[in-house]
């Protein structure tokens, strides 16, 4: 069992930042990717972005330039920093990473619980 507990979010302007976290436990061995994903009101899940177990990142179009992704590899932690934050951009956020529990084990996917991020205008 491996479990992801994200943290971080709440209500903020336009303009204003935050950073959201995502702590993974359990038995593991190697995070490979991490990644964010969003989904607002009636919307479809959308990925954000990821992060390579070699530590390059990709963005979706309409974060980059503004939200980062950071890795604490050592902590088993990913972090979203959320600069510029605009009102299109409330959503309930979601952490996921591809995880392998030791050397020869096929990567399961796992999820966090979702945060809320509430941007106003």
């Known amino acids: 069992q491996v479990q992801l507990v994200e943290s971080g979010g709440g209500l903020v302007q336009a303009g204003e930042s935050l950073t959201l976290s995502c702590a993974a436990s359990g038995r593991i061995f190697l995070i490979d990717v991490w990644a964010w994903y969003r989904q607002a009101p009636g919307n479809q899940r959308e990925l954000v972005g990821t992060?390579?177990?070699?530590?390059?990142?990709d963005y979706v179009d309409s974060v980059k330039g503004r939200f980062t992704i950071f890795r604490d590899n050592a902590k088993k932690t990913v972090y979203l920093q959320m600069n510029s934050l605009k009102p299109e951009d409330t959503a309930v956020y979601y952490c996921a990473a591809d995880v392998s529990s030791r050397p020869g084990v096929l990567l399961s996917t796992y999820w966090g619980q979702g945060t809320q991020v509430t941007v106003s205008s």
């Open positions: 992060s390579t177990s070699g530590g390059n990142t």
